[in-house]
């Protein structure tokens, strides 16, 4: 699904409107009746007071036909409209003139109104602020938005929380409980900085035109289910183990040999047909008892990775679990980068090794996925002002190098050299150690399988987010752990052959 700027989405408007033959009083009366319909649908009850807040341009519009809709329907409505200009849009000034359809009024809140009184279990509607909102506002207006905030009813806010920025950083905005978008996500929904502004996201389809939107070209994209299934290539009915590829996981070090044992399970579960990890001898014992189906290789150190030698050749190679940052390590890792032309999977400390001697970073192959937590990245691509930032400069690193980089957060962030795709899968039970070195071991497998780069990412990052989505209605957010992904894992699998 792709994500569009507030440049293009006004402009799919105007053009939805001329191929449709319609008035933008028409698509407006169409996106509100959606909401609309959300709205009785988990509020139904005749006794559910909502007080409506509209701005005086086409959001503000939007909130106005809900309110006159609602209205219709016999429920208890209150409208309040917010000039924050002297300019009503033509289409506000319509829809207000038809609250007296109705019989609605409506008070005007300025800067010198008295706040109206609210009860915690009124809904509040927020449709002050649209896509348009690209200054910050007036100080009058921040403090009701602080008014809003500050009542405990929930709050549902028209395509975009009023206030938020869909482009650069923000400051003050609407909490919303949920968010009804309109057609396609936004960028700003799935940023770590507005997690107080966003808590639920559900896409309302109100028929914009899909040849234009497919005319348009856009960088982001969200992968839901439907693009994560184009993506994925089942397992063949002549398939064996000699055709699903063999992933090479190399490292471990003395104390942190889990590591291993979960990126090499979750590489078999993931669907590759064999699966060796290149580990120190400290960790043979634990590699053959923990995990039968796995082949082992072991360094000459008993503690740590000193060398990297193999007398195979393997379709995808994992690397950085576990393997510390021992000097004797880094100097194993620099001869294999200068040998080895398979693209790599580097997680972990291999990224860290790579940080601290960024000259080598020009020797990791083309296509090769890096898979940092938000401290690593900060040590690859340096600091960030904002999440806006972090992403430009995450895209340029990955232009730069030739690179697949992940943004790990709730809403991961895979990064290729021009798109940029938001995951839309998993929870906070997946905030524990090891889920890393899980997701590390899924993506070498699916390399292994023969998956380009960005697919193995994509693949990887979603199933990985389904178990935990799948799991935590069986045990909740504390009782999970990095072992529970690979367990859940054929059931991620499941649903996307269902």
Known sequence: MKIFDAKNIKLIDKLTINKQQINSLDLMERAALQAFLWIVNHFHEKKTVFHIFCGVGN???DGL???????QNYFDVHVYIVPFSDKFSVDFDSNLERLKECNLTYD???????????SENHIIIDAIFGI???????LWIQKIIQKINYHQSFTISIDVPSGLFLEK????????????????PKLAFFLPDNEHFVSEIVILDIEWDYHVMDDIATHFFYSDLVEIKKRYNPVGKFSHKGTQGHALLIGGCFGKMGTMVLASQAALRSGCGLATVLI???GYEILQTSSPEVMVITDTNYHKITSINFDFA???IGIGMGIGQDLDTQIAFHSFLLSNKLPLVIDADALNILSDNLEWIDLVPKNSILTPHPKELERLIGSWQDDFEKIEKTINFAQKYHLVILIKGAYTLII??????????GNQALATGGSGDVLAGMITSLRAQGYQSVDAALLGVYLHGKTADLAVKEMGYEGFIASDIIKYLGKAFLELKN
């Open 132 to 138: 348009g909102l690209t200054h910050e506002m007036d």
């Open 108 to 118: 005007v809140i300025n800067e010198t109104a008295v706040f109206p009184d609210i």
């Open 416 to 425: 290729d050299e021009k798109n940029v795709y938001i995951n839309p899968t």
């Open 169 to 184: 950083k923000t400051i003050l905005a609407i909490h919303s409980d949920v968010v009804l978008t309109f057609q396609f």
């Open 65 to 71: 036909v809900i309110a006159r809709m609602l209205k």
């Open 314 to 316: 393997p379709k995808a």
């Open 280 to 282: 120190p001898k400290c």
């Open 59 to 61: 959001n503000g519009g």
